[in-house]
């Protein structure tokens, strides 16, 4: 669960992520719907987080926790939000210990079916409210909200088939990943720009890489375009100096001494940002790039 610990340490509120000191209790249950409505709804892609004994001040996170014997089964809040909110919400309530505490974590998912709304008035909650999380704000969804939902239906997913970045192309400056990219939407989409970005694990930017083509080096001026209904399976070519070995620390033989975590973040046409990351990733350089490597070990 090294995303959670990361949301902790590092996380600010925003349209995926939210903190509560304390859980939902039943007076509180119109916030509870609110709230799982309004992160469900949010622009962003991925999964969402409500993380329950964090208590988020503008000095600081204070890191509360929450009593593990008053801990509300997931199935009590499951029932709430599956009858008052229609499509239905997938996700899941549970224990996470940090540091000897323990945290509630709401992981919300499989969000490609907005937009979710209120299906009988409940309390001050009327019948066919939108919510929708912007910033680390609920706010009521206008008609320019509506618009984005039925225009994403579906969604563009990408998937990193191999742990390991191959510097090999040296003759194009380039290094390759193989990636799978699934657009389930009823629109193309065409990435206009992108790169991959190497961090350690403090999540400090190690290198970046900016994408060059699929399959191909084409430069600066690529374009990737995937029909509605498609999948895409290809190597996607990166850029690659020959001072980046010695930054991710590659030895003589062409492998990187330390695991690292990718990142590779897409722009498209629309200027909506597509993400996919790999925990402990590695690199294998050959070639021009391998060679300089062994060069500069020979001369010390």
């Not at 992160?39 to 204070?62: C, Q, T, W």
């Not at 290198?207 to 084409?218: A, K, M, Q, R, S």
Request: proline fraction near 2%.
């Amino acid at each position: 669960m090294d995303k959670i610990n990361e949301l902790v340490e590092y996380g600010y509120e925003c349209e995926y992520l939210d903190f509560k000191e304390k859980q939902y209790a039943k007076d509180k249950t119109t916030d509870l719907i609110a709230d799982i409505m309004a992160m469900a709804n949010s622009r962003y892609d991925g999964e969402k987080f409500i993380i329950v004994g964090v208590k988020d001040r503008p000095e600081g996170k204070e890191i509360k926790g929450i009593n593990p014997e008053e801990f509300i089964d997931s199935s009590n809040y499951k029932q709430v939000i599956l009858s008052n909110i229609e499509p239905e919400i997938q996700f899941d309530y549970f224990k996470f210990d940090y540091r000897g505490l323990v945290l509630g974590v709401f992981w919300i998912y499989s969000t490609d079916n907005k937009q979710y709304m209120l299906k009988k008035k409940y309390d001050r909650l009327n019948e066919g409210l939108c919510l929708i999380r912007k910033g680390s704000m609920n706010a009521l969804a206008k008609r320019s909200d509506f618009d984005y939902m039925y225009l994403n239906k579906g969604q563009f997913e990408i998937r990193f088939l191999e742990q390991d970045l191959h510097a090999v192309h040296d003759a194009d400056g380039c290094a390759s990943i193989e990636i799978a990219f699934s657009n389930t939407t009823d629109l193309p989409i065409t990435i206009i720009a992108g790169e991959l970005l190497i961090r350690d694990k403090q999540g400090a930017k190690l290198t970046n890489h900016p994408v060059f083509g699929l399959n191909e080096y084409v430069g600066a001026d690529f374009k990737l375009t995937f029909q509605p209904k498609s999948e895409v399976v290809g190597h996607l070519f990166v850029g690659f100096t020959s001072s980046q070995p010695f930054i991710l620390k590659i030895d003589e033989f062409g492998l990187c001494d330390e695991k690292n975590d990718f990142e590779l973040q897409l722009l498209d046409a629309r200027l909506k940002q597509h993400t996919a990351t790999i925990r402990e990733g590695g690199v294998f350089a050959d070639g021009d790039f391998l060679w300089k490597v062994k060069e500069q070990r020979d001369s010390t």
